[in-house]
Every structure is written in structure tokens, then in C-alpha cells.
């Protein structure tokens, strides 16, 4: 009997394994346990989306949308280790503001004094100098990012109907 493997017969091993074996995905999640942040970074995270798209009477907010969950599982799925660790540093930062400025981490601040902070963040749009600044651009952009792309942000929020043609434009003309 010939032992001897040629390099089809080890292709043809390795891609039924390959299929058997299904595609590679995170491990489950325990419910309530993010993939990457601590329960406390997550929940940092959550808050601070939620104000930056809060519930209304028209939709729901960025809370209801899953953009904690969007940002944990981009974050959990990225290749660079500094693609992490600028969410991980930029939590932080908001807490070092926060108690520097309240004597008391964001989440135990008042919802005036997070609002203040976030503002005063918020200034540097253009050009962010601070790590907080910086952090913010980035959490800004990616809620808005994780929003828009949801269920609730492009059918409730946006209205989007969807590939169909409407009778007349229900959009906004930029001028």
C-alpha cells in the first residue's frame, strides 16, 4: 500500500475538512458578555452611543439598535492590535476626563455634566488634538456608521422603502 500523499491528494483533504468544519467564527457569546470589552467598557460604550443618538418619538436610539454590540464585535474581529486597544484607551480617556472634570467617572457623572464633557469634545471636530478629541471622532463616526446601517437606522430613522419606485422624491435636495 502506497503511505504517499501527492498535492492533490492533500488539496482535496484539506478543503473537505475545510467544509466539514465550517467557516471560522467567534466563539459564541454568552448572553450579556461582550466579545471584547469588559461588562464596564461596554457599558461605558453603550451609554455614550445612546447620546449620541438618542430614542425620539420617531425611532428608536443607537441602544436599540445594537451599536455597542456593532462596535464590540468590529473591535473583537479586528487584525491590528492598535485598531483594540484606540477603543480600550479611548474609554479610559473618557473616564480620566470625567473625573477629572466631576470627581466621578462618566457613567456615575450627572447627565449635564456627560453632556458637557461631550461638547466640549465635540468642539475639536475638525481638528482633534487630545486624545479625547481624537476618541471622540472615532466614536462618533463609527455610531453613526453602525446606526445607519441597522434595521432601526435605515427603516425607521431614514424611512428607506427599499428598491422601489416612489411617485415623487421623499428625499432632501442639497443645494
Do not use: C
Not at 482633534?128 to 456608521?145: A, I, M, R
Request: glycine share 6%; aromatic share 10%.
Amino acid at each position: 500500500m502506497n503511505s504517499t500523499f501527492d498535492r492533490r491528494d492533500i488539496l482535496k483533504i484539506l478543503t473537505a475538512s475545510a467544509a466539514l468544519a465550517g467557516p471560522l467564527q467567534l466563539a459564541a457569546a454568552e448572553p450579556d458578555k461582550p466579545l471584547y470589552f469588559t461588562k464596564d467598557e461596554f457599558a461605558l460604550l453603550d451609554h455614550l452611543t445612546e447620546i449620541l443618538i438618542p430614542r425620539d418619538a420617531h425611532s428608536g436610539g443607537a441602544h436599540e439598535a445594537g451599536v455597542a454590540a456593532f462596535i464590540d464585535r468590529t473591535a473583537a474581529e479586528a487584525f491590528m492590535p492598535e485598531d483594540k486597544q484606540s477603543w480600550n484607551k479611548g474609554l479610559a480617556e473618557i473616564d480620566r476626563l470625567s473625573v477629572g472634570e466631576t470627581k466621578r467617572t462618566f457613567l456615575k457623572a450627572t447627565k449635564d455634566q456627560q453632556i458637557a464633557l461631550l461638547k466640549k469634545l465635540a468642539k475639536a471636530d475638525d481638528s482633534p488634538k487630545s486624545d479625547g478629541e481624537k476618541f471622540f471622532g472615532q466614536l462618533k463616526n463609527t455610531t453613526v456608521f453602525g446606526y445607519y446601517t441597522s434595521k432601526i437606522g435605515i427603516h425607521e430613522e431614514m424611512e428607506y422603502k427599499g428598491n422601489v419606485i416612489l411617485e415623487q422624491f421623499a428625499g432632501y435636495e442639497a443645494s
